[in-house]
């Protein structure tokens, strides 16, 4: 059974949401402000998170921004909020949130994107433990050198830190060298959901990995309408 933090500072939002997923047949925790869920999510290690922007104590972003690198945890974050400025949406992803949603939402739309979301987690885990054999752990591109098992990316001697889903866009890539790989395959593979308009997730995600790889970002070679590859 999946276990789910629901982090929203309005009840009626966590009563509406923990009724369908038990209904579901999730488990369900809950925190009401950014600090306590910050908390939850460290030390209960929730199978999905669904995250409100607006908190008290500790904003969404903040709480997004310290699971992810602080603690590197890598658990999919749904991002919740009644704000729909787009600023907003693409500091959730650069942040690391997976999926963003704007209140009001249609409940049957978030547990589709729950399932979807947890489908992936699980898709990448089994695709781990199966290639964990393989001899191709090293994946290298000019300067670049990708070390899958160690999680870790190097240009020369400098370590560069990315994201959980900026490492998965950059693998993708590098597994698939000198192939072009279509917007849609990165946002299915890579996020595990396929919404139209959505592919503006991908987008952002490769230019601030371009902006973290430096002068190697010329290796990603945007193919103007379809999507990307390593040349």
């Known amino acids: 059974m999946s276990k789910i933090l629901v ?7 966590i ?12 488990e369900t ?3 009401e402000d950014g600090r306590k869920g910050l908390l939850l999510a460290v030390e209960k290690k929730p199978d999905l998170i669904l995250l409100d ?6 904003n969404g972003l903040d709480v997004c921004r310290a699971l992810r690198n602080e603690y590197q945890i890598k658990t999919p974050i749904i991002m919740l909020t009644a704000r729909a400025d ?14 963003y949603m ?19 987690t699980e898709s990448i885990e089994a695709f781990e433990e199966k290639d964990r054999s393989s001899s191709l752990r090293i994946l290298e591109a000019g300067d670049l050198t990708m070390d899958i098992d160690k999680h870790e990316v190097y240009i020369k001697d400098r370590l560069v830190s990315l994201t959980y889903k900026e490492f ?12 072009v790989i279509t917007r849609d395959y990165l946002l299915n593979h890579v996020w595990g959901f396929d919404h139209i308009g959505e592919t503006r ?3 952002v995600h490769v230019r601030y990995l371009r902006k973290k790889l430096g002068i190697e970002n010329e290796i990603i070679q945007t193919i103007r309408g379809i999507g990307y590859k390593i040349q």
Do not use: C, H, W
């Open 7 to 13: 982090v929203d500072d309005e009840q009626n939002i």
């Open 15 to 26: 009563e509406l949401v923990t009724f369908n997923l038990k209904a579901a047949g999730y």
């Open 29 to 31: 925790i809950s925190a």
């Open 53 to 58: 922007l607006m908190l008290p104590g500790m």
């Open 86 to 99: 787009e600023i907003d949406k693409v500091l959730g992803l650069e942040l690391g949130a997976d999926d």
């Open 102 to 120: 704007t209140k009001p939402f249609s409940i049957r739309e978030l547990m589709a994107r729950i399932k979807a979301a947890l489908r992936r």
């Open 168 to 179: 998965e866009v950059l693998k993708t890539l590098l597994q698939y060298k000198r192939k």
């Open 201 to 203: 997730t991908v987008d």
